[in-house]
């Protein structure tokens, strides 16, 4: 069965320091994504970024980066300089294919407040 | 904007009753998603629609029905509330390629349902 673990489910933080939220998955499947979700108090949830079990190469996209660790599965998340927009549920979350079709399970999520 | 509308924004519902949410997907997309995200919970996958007709589904039980329809927008019905019922409803849309290969999934605002 596929599971996704959010460890911290509250974190808080002082604008401008760093901050990575943790993400551990468990799958039996060989081929599998990786998503980062950010979901504002207006409950819309916001696409980051998806990975496949294929490509661990580590991601920067200008103040987020991610790291990917298929030998721990592992696939943490962090905010640089993290800022008061910031603060946000993340949900971490793991598909597969299959059946055919795509079974998204996230995580409990992890409450960010970035602190001014 | 992801371009996912879904109506209505709230709703309030008694114990026992049926009610029927809508989602119109982002242009171009023909797959469709239906999620239930519980207070303090991640999103839980309730069923999947492709080409009209429902080709995964999550542990939720039949009173949860959907329709899809040539438009690919899509309906979530659910029959019979119960108090637990009560949660977000996230509804999300992406495009199914040849091979079996989806891109991301785009999420809508949600309805917020409380049944009393």
């Known amino acids: 069965a596929q599971k996704v673990t959010q460890a911290q489910t509250e974190i808080s933080v002082v604008e401008k320091e760093d901050v990575t939220l943790d993400c551990v998955y468990e799958t039996r499947d060989t081929t599998y994504y990786l998503f980062w979700y950010k979901q504002p108090p207006s409950g819309e949830l916001v696409f980051l970024i998806r990975?496949?079990?294929?490509?661990?190469q580590n991601e920067i996209s200008g103040r987020y980066s991610w790291n990917f660790q298929k030998s721990t599965s592992s696939f943490n998340f962090t905010i640089t300089a993290s800022q008061v927009v910031d603060s946000a549920v993340y949900f971490c979350a793991l598909r597969d294919l299959k059946g055919g079709y795509q079974k998204v399970t996230f995580g409990i999520g992890t409450k960010l407040q970035v602190i001014p | 904007e992801t371009g996912v509308t879904q109506s209505p924004t709230h709703l309030i519902k008694t114990r026992g009753q049926q009610v029927t949410l809508r989602c119109s997907s982002q242009?171009?997309?023909?797959?469709v998603s239906w999620y239930q995200q519980a207070l303090g919970q991640g999103p839980q996958f309730i069923f999947q629609?492709?080409?009209?007709?429902?080709?995964g589904r999550g542990n939720f039980p039949p009173r949860f029905s959907g329709l899809q329809f040539p438009n690919y927008s899509s309906e979530l019905n659910v029959n019979a509330l119960e108090l637990d019922d009560s949660a977000l409803y996230l509804c999300?849309?992406?495009?199914?390629?040849?091979?079996?290969?989806?891109?991301?999934?785009?999420f809508g605002p949600g309805t917020r349902l409380t049944v009393l």
């Open positions: 990975r496949n079990s294929f490509d661990e």
């Open positions: 999300a849309s992406s495009l199914l390629v040849g091979g079996g290969a989806y891109n991301e999934q785009f």
């Open positions: 242009s171009g997309h023909n797959t």
């Open positions: 629609y492709y080409r009209e007709e429902e080709n």
